[in-house]
Nanobody, 125 residues
């Protein structure tokens, strides 16, 4: 069955870095777009970054220049490298698989059909 498992979260000081991983199984990764979303306490889940099957990348304005998304189809894994982290990046981070063939990607949550369980990222001194 389809599974997405996030890892790599943790506690980091402002200005630090983390690399999140999204390990995929049960489907052919290179047929689908993968999105990273986050949800802070009391806030709606928001799109952070996504990557299409042609490696087209989209970033939220709040993370442009600091976060980088990449995919390794041979390892069935998508990564989110997060640099220059800020306290406002604190959230649970989720990866998700696109519902359709992933020529493009978006931050519309209803375009994703499977989600991981999330990994906590806390940025604090």
């Amino acid at each position: 069955q389809v599974q997405l498992v996030e890892s790599g979260g943790g506690l980091v000081q402002p200005g630090g870095s983390l690399r999140l991983s999204c390990a995929a199984s049960g489907f052919t990764l290179d047929h689908y777009a993968i999105g990273w979303f986050r949800q802070a306490p009391g806030k709606e889940r928001e799109g952070v970054s996504c990557i299409s099957i042609s490696d087209g990348r989209t970033y939220a304005e709040s993370v442009k220049g600091r976060f980088t998304i990449s995919r390794d189809n041979a390892k069935n894994t998508v990564y989110l490298q997060m640099n220059s982290l800020k306290p406002e990046d604190t959230a649970v981070y989720y990866c998700a698989k696109s519902r359709r063939y992933g020529i493009t990607c978006s931050f519309r949550r209803n375009e994703y059909d499977y989600w991981g369980q999330g990994t906590q990222v806390t940025v604090s001194s």
